[in-house]
């Protein structure tokens, strides 16, 4: 009753009322999203929907309050909404575990809420929230926390930046294959090389991985046991061996070694085999904080091993599994895995503790930062209910901004001062989703077919769901013609959706997909009510600047990236006046010394392709 009576000081009887009547929908009920239910139903809020994929793991019981031991397991959002009706048995509490990126939780969802607060804590499913949430025409509010920094941002369509106008820190970096392959130097490259493994020894397939070539099949005469000691032996001793061989790449650093483990009369294999006894009788306990010495790390790596091909054999979808920093068997094998390269390679090695915080990008959540982030997100929920109810006449502009009580929260939870807000901004003219802007999209077509294009680039990178892409191009006969290609979905039966993926493994530059350099792509994402423009250039991108064969921008010139230094071959010396041979349909130019394809259709103006709709 005191906290309603406050909330009715504060904020006026009508805005108490707008906060009893309205529906909010909470996308994730992990730490903000404890902190946030549990204030929004103290806030006098009745109606609530919650969505979270995740079930609760044991390290979750330390800052999210909500979750007990006894509830190891269970889904996060479903257990979340009846705790906090312990708060206020009238709050209408409901908890999906779910994906927000499932068919079901379309526009239509969305628009039967009056606002949605984000407590996510991935990249990908921000992006689709900010996305359907324009499309619907509602107001957010979106979170996010580092430790003991945190944000706190109130999103207003046409009004705000959306959250993606500006461009997001990358904090998972990319290494060269080279690197990562054969001339590891740090313990990062190992830490990577063995998520790599363990995604190609139990995951499933995946072109893209830079070291598929060490893939290792298990023959059918096999036992999991023989299996892990064949991997063991390909892994640590005849591929070190090969890299070895190379003698020109070890003439500046140092010779890796290699672990013989095969050779029954090495110390090292008995002591194994004694961990090996003391594992399978459950006598062993590992250390996860401590270094593990070599046979540790090798008996622990063929022990996971035999574990992880039985859980495969089990697994559902396939038998496919996939890495989880907070599965112990997936975290060991990933750990041991390292250390073992990282002894091979003269690496100073890790704990299993500091190896988790690697793989896993961890910064330790404090519980501090997410309680001031969700009492700020409540704060924002109501600013932004009040400026619905009270639409002004007054012009949507920078200036009416500075007037508005919603604010970017900046929170500190470490020194004196733990918030600094500062005034909402105006959309920028360069976003591609709320501005419509044209994006460039530069890549070597050499490390691409029409599949990683779309699950790298499109789907990945910049976050769409079901690409349908429409490319402008001119025929033989110099006509604007458009070819339209349906990536394949959820929604397709079987026929259609093996009829779409037998494009995948098409060049970009084949004819059924005709993806050239300088064409204009128009991206319409059904699902996620995006259309998007996207112009493609071709460049032979130099590995070691640009890692993974593409960078996405808003503007485009040559000098941006790093180009392959062209060899001279023996034709070039004979006649060094001979021209490269023109691409069909496209013309070349010259560029501060670089080839540039450029496609026909530089300087014309672009004309808009028809609908979905009228295509179909």
């Known amino acids: 009753i005191f906290s309603q009576m406050a909330l009715a000081a504060t904020f006026g009887a009508d805005t108490l009322e707008t906060i009893r009547t309205c529906r909010v929908l909470v996308v994730g009920a992990g730490g903000i999203g404890c902190e946030l239910l549990k204030n929004l139903v103290c806030s006098g809020f009745k109606n609530i929907v919650t969505i979270d994929l995740d079930t609760i793991e044991v390290s979750n019981l330390n800052r999210q309050f909500l979750f007990r031991k006894c509830h190891v397991g269970q889904s996060k959002a479903e257990t979340a909404a009846k705790a906090v009706t312990a708060f206020d048995s009238s709050a209408n509490v409901v908890g999906h575990c779910n994906n927000i990126k499932a068919g079901e939780?379309?526009?239509?969802?969305?628009?039967?809420?009056?606002?949605?607060?984000?407590?996510?804590?991935?990249?990908?499913?921000?992006?689709?929230?900010?996305?359907?949430?324009?499309?619907?025409?509602?107001?957010?509010?979106?979170?996010?926390?580092?430790?003991?920094?945190?944000?706190?941002?109130?999103?207003?369509?046409?009004?705000?930046?959306?959250?993606?106008?500006?461009?997001?820190?990358?904090?998972?970096?990319?290494?060269?294959?080279?690197?990562?392959?054969?001339?590891?130097?740090?313990?990062?490259?190992?830490?990577?090389?063995?998520?790599?493994?363990?995604?190609?020894?139990?995951?499933?397939?995946?072109?893209?991985?830079?070291?598929?070539?060490?893939?290792?099949?298990?023959?059918?005469?096999?036992?999991?046991?023989?299996?892990?000691?064949?991997?063991?032996?390909?892994?640590?001793?005849?591929?070190?061996?090969?890299?070895?061989?190379?003698?020109?790449?070890?003439?500046?650093?140092?010779?890796?070694?290699?672990?013989?483990?095969?050779?029954?009369?090495?110390?090292?294999?008995?002591?194994?085999?004694?961990?090996?006894?003391?594992?399978?009788?459950?006598?062993?306990?590992?250390?996860?904080?401590?270094?593990?010495?070599?046979?540790?790390?090798?008996?622990?790596?063929?022990?996971?091993?035999?574990?992880?091909?039985?859980?495969?054999?089990?697994?559902?979808?396939?038998?496919?599994?996939?890495?989880?920093?907070?599965?112990?068997?997936?975290?060991?094998?990933?750990?041991?895995?390292?250390?073992?390269?990282?002894?091979?390679?003269?690496?100073s090695q890790k704990s299993e503790f500091d190896i988790k915080g690697i793989a896993g990008n961890i910064i330790h959540a404090i519980a501090t930062t997410n309680a001031i982030v969700a009492g700020a997100m409540v704060v924002q929920c109501i600013h932004i209910l009040q400026r619905k109810c009270n639409e002004q006449s007054a012009a949507d502009t920078a200036a009416a901004l500075k007037d508005e009580q919603g604010k970017v929260c900046w929170v500190q939870s470490k020194g004196p001062r733990w918030l600094y807000p500062q005034n909402l901004e105006t959309p920028l003219s360069s976003c591609f989703i709320c501005q419509k802007s044209t994006i460039h999209v530069t890549l070597n077509p050499q490390l691409f077919t029409f599949g990683t294009f779309l699950t790298r680039i499109l789907c990945k990178h910049l976050g769409f769901k079901t690409p349908d892409i429409v490319i402008e191009f001119?025929?033989?006969?110099?006509?604007?013609?458009?070819?339209?290609?349906?990536?394949?979905?959820?929604?397709?039966?079987?026929?259609?959706?093996?009829?779409?993926?037998?494009?995948?493994?098409?060049?970009?530059?084949?004819?059924?997909?005709?993806?050239?350099?300088?064409?204009?792509?128009?991206?319409?994402?059904?699902?996620?009510?995006?259309?998007?423009?996207?112009?493609?250039?071709?460049?032979?991108?130099?590995?070691?600047?640009?890692?993974?064969?593409?960078?996405?921008?808003?503007?485009?010139?040559?000098q941006r990236f790093t180009v392959k230094e062209k060899q001279p071959t023996s034709d070039d010396q004979a006649d060094d006046t001979q021209q490269p041979l023109p691409v069909i349909g496209q013309k070349r130019k010259q560029m501060h010394g670089v080839d540039v394809n450029v496609g026909v259709d530089d300087v014309e103006d672009h004309k808009s392709p028809p609908t979905k709709k009228q295509r179909r």
């Not at 607060?117 to 359907?132: G, I, S």
């Not at 190992?190 to 363990?198: R, Y």
């Open 105 to 347: 939780y379309n526009d239509a969802f969305f628009q039967s809420f009056d606002i949605v607060l984000n407590a996510l804590d991935n990249t990908e499913a921000r992006r689709h929230v900010n996305r359907m949430c324009l499309a619907s025409k509602l107001s957010f509010v979106e979170s996010g926390t580092q430790g003991f920094l945190g944000q706190v941002i109130p999103i207003v369509p046409k009004l705000t930046q959306c959250w993606e106008c500006t461009p997001k820190q990358n904090n998972q970096r990319t290494y060269p294959v080279c690197t990562i392959r054969a001339t590891p130097d740090k313990p990062v490259h190992c830490i990577v090389w063995a998520k790599l493994m363990f995604a190609l020894l139990f995951g499933a397939k995946d072109d893209s991985n830079m070291i598929k070539d060490l893939k290792v099949e298990k023959k059918d005469t096999e036992s999991n046991e023989q299996f892990a000691k064949h991997t063991f032996v390909h892994l640590f001793e005849t591929d070190i061996l090969h890299q070895c061989s190379m003698e020109d790449k070890w003439k500046n650093r140092q010779k890796p070694i290699v672990i013989a483990y095969h050779d029954s009369d090495a110390a090292l294999h008995s002591n194994v085999g004694d961990l090996m006894t003391q594992l399978s009788q459950q006598r062993y306990v590992v250390r996860k904080r401590d270094v593990l010495r070599l046979e540790e790390n090798v008996a622990l790596f063929l022990h996971t091993f035999e574990q992880l091909c039985a859980r495969k054999e089990k697994a559902e979808c396939g038998g496919e599994l996939v890495f989880d920093k907070d599965d112990d068997m997936c975290m060991r094998f990933v750990a041991c895995a390292a250390n073992l390269r990282m002894h091979c390679y003269g690496i």
């Open 474 to 558: 001119n025929d033989a006969d110099n006509q604007r013609v458009h070819n339209y290609i349906e990536a394949a979905t959820e929604y397709d039966d079987d026929e259609e959706k093996a009829e779409k993926e037998a494009l995948y493994e098409h060049a970009l530059d084949h004819a059924a997909i005709k993806i050239l350099d300088g064409v204009q792509l128009d991206i319409q994402d059904e699902d996620q009510k995006v259309e998007v423009q996207i112009k493609v250039h071709y460049l032979e991108l130099a590995e070691e600047k640009h890692p993974n064969g593409y960078e996405v921008s808003n503007e485009w010139s040559v």
